[in-house]
């Protein structure tokens, strides 16, 4: 069989697993390699070790299995799974009593439910070629820059808010690679047309919001259509209707251009960051982002960021949810994967509801497992969501949450009682509830930890 005949057998072989969209790649230098090791120089990377290792594999894919003596691999499969699916409505979006998690983990942990394609993708590759040895098959966690590869491979073009965005689909793709030894023929990459292209230097200092940073050319053929023709029948308890979308600003293609996508002038995602995580258009500070705080870090959140966490408990989509490109996405439909299927119950908690006694599982680490089974939630262990839900109770600052917090002033792990000291001086401020004042006393007089002593300290006189 010819490399040709081959790649579209790979392509139609990855759709019948699952995957969504698929194109190809030589391994070559991935086109934002420079603005990523500035970007790493600058410390964006935080607690994120990871991103700071195998650099040489990063930027030189067909290096990647080196490492286990593998041989130099030839070629790139990049592909996308399409999770987009309903959206919370506004009402439960701004109920200050439930915790909003990002849509990303309303189904079940996409790094379980992906790698196992990618080997079976791999498998039948080898069925083809005899190949031996096995591929890299890597989703998220390898080092990869992912979101290049999808630029390059045609499958999306990087957004303003960093999201690889495919017109007529939006953002909500998991991306993941499968790099192999063959060498197949690359498709043609999504480069960017009619402005020149901007030097890392220029992203890092941060570009003027409302320029235009050109169009990119998508290649069509990475899917075979038709893609998600029907929408899903469906799970119960998950129905929840879109929101009706705002006017949009004009990012239509110009005259002439094949599946084009663009930013054009939008900027809807960096003003709408609560945050201020973005420096400018394609560069983003974790260090500022919801996302990382609440998924990727181990410690404490700045105080001054907070409050700008509103009812985020876990990632957040805001960047995403503002885009025109999402809000233009047709009828609500289902993710393919039956795995990534919402889950009414991991959508929007009430904040309460883990602190309760049938089940409290902010409180106890088995309820916490029991609970969160399967979901990309168990990544922030339950120290971490508990003091991701203590600042989400702190924005709500109701008095209801009193109980619940002066449960998580008394936790074994110092991390959630800094947060619940600093939740209750809010309930304290906005409702000047004295169990709030007594619970933070008492527990002033027993507490050993300098940071929680501190913000007991900071929270008791208001700050
Ligand atoms: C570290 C990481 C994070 C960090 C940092 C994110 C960031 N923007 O840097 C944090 C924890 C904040 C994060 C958050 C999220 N993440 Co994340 N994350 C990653 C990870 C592991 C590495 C990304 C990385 O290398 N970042 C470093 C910076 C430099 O890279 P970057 O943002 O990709 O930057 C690119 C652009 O800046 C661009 N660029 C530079 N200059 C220029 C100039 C021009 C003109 C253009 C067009 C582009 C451009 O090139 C850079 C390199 O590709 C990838 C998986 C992977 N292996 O790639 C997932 C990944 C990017 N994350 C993903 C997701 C889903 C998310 C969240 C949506 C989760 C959530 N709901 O909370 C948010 C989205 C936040 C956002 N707006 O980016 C998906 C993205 C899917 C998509 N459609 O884009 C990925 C690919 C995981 C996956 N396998 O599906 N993430
Ligand atoms: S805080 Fe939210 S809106 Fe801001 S960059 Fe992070 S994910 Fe996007
Ligand atoms: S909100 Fe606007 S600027 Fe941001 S990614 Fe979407 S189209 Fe681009």
């Not at 969504?20 to 970007?39: E, I, M, N, Q, Y």
């Not at 038709?226 to 129905?239: E, M, Q, V, Y």
Request: hydrophobic letters at 40%; one cysteine or more; glycine letters at 10%.
């Amino acid at each position: 069989m010819d490399a040709e005949a081959l790649r579209e057998r790979i392509r139609r072989r990855a759709w019948e697993l699952g995957f969504d969209a698929c194109g190809f790649v030589a391994p070559d230098l991935p086109p934002h390699a420079r603005f990523f090791l500035r970007w790493l120089e600058a410390g964006r990377a935080g607690e994120m070790a990871y991103l700071t290792r195998f650099q040489a594999q990063r930027l030189d894919p067909s290096r990647l299995a080196q490492a286990q003596g593998g041989p130099p691999l030839g070629t790139g499969i990049v592909l996308a799974v399409d999770y987009g699916q309903a959206a919370l409505p506004p009402e439960v979006l701004s109920d200050p009593s439930r915790g909003i998690v990002a849509s990303y983990a309303w189904g079940e942990d996409y790094h379980e439910l992906i790698r196992p394609l990618l080997h079976q993708l791999d498998g039948f590759i080898r069925e083809h070629t005899g190949r031996t040895v096995r591929g890299k098959a890597l989703v998220d966690t390898g080092p990869v820059l992912e979101r290049d590869w999808a630029q390059e491979a045609g499958i999306g073009f990087l957004g303003k808010n960093c999201c690889t965005i495919r017109p007529g689909w939006g953002s909500w793709l998991f991306l993941a690679t499968l790099w192999i030894p063959e060498v197949l023929p690359p498709d043609p990459p999504a480069r960017g047309m009619e402005v020149p292209p901007v030097s890392p230097e220029a992203v890092m200092a941060g570009l003027p919001w409302e320029g235009h940073y050109g169009w990119w050319r998508l290649s069509p053929a990475v899917v075979p259509p038709p893609l998600h023709a029907t929408p899903g029948p469906g799970r119960p308890g998950t129905a929840i209707p879109l929101s009706p979308s705002p006017p949009l600003p004009d990012i239509s293609a110009p005259a002439g251009s094949a599946r084009p996508g663009s930013c054009g002038s939008c900027a809807r995602c960096l003003e709408g960051c609560p945050t201020a995580a973005f420096v400018g258009p394609y560069h983003l500070d974790p260090l500022r982002c919801i996302s990382y705080w609440t998924i990727e870090a181990r410690t404490a959140i700045p105080r001054e960021l907070r409050p700008g966490f509103g009812n985020r408990i876990f990632g957040c989509d805001i960047c995403q949810e503002v885009c025109p490109w999402n809000r233009r996405r047709g009828l609500p439909r289902e993710p393919r994967l039956p795995g990534l299927r919402a889950r009414a119950e991991w959508m929007a908690p009430p904040l309460l509801e883990g602190f309760r006694g049938e089940s409290p599982y902010w409180l106890v680490e088995a309820a916490f497992r029991e609970r969160w089974r399967r979901s990309p939630v168990r990544r922030a262990g339950r120290s971490g969501m508990l003091r991701n839900v203590c600042v989400a109770l702190g924005n709500w600052g109701h008095p209801s949450a009193v109980p619940a917090l002066v449960q998580a002033l008394a936790d074994p792990d110092p991390l959630p009682r800094r947060h619940a000291a600093w939740a209750l001086g809010r309930v304290l401020v906005r409702a000047g509830d004295p169990r709030a004042r007594a619970a933070l006393e008492a527990r002033l007089a027993v507490e050993a930890d300098e940071g929680v002593r501190e913000e007991v300290c900071a929270a008791l006189g208001g700050g």
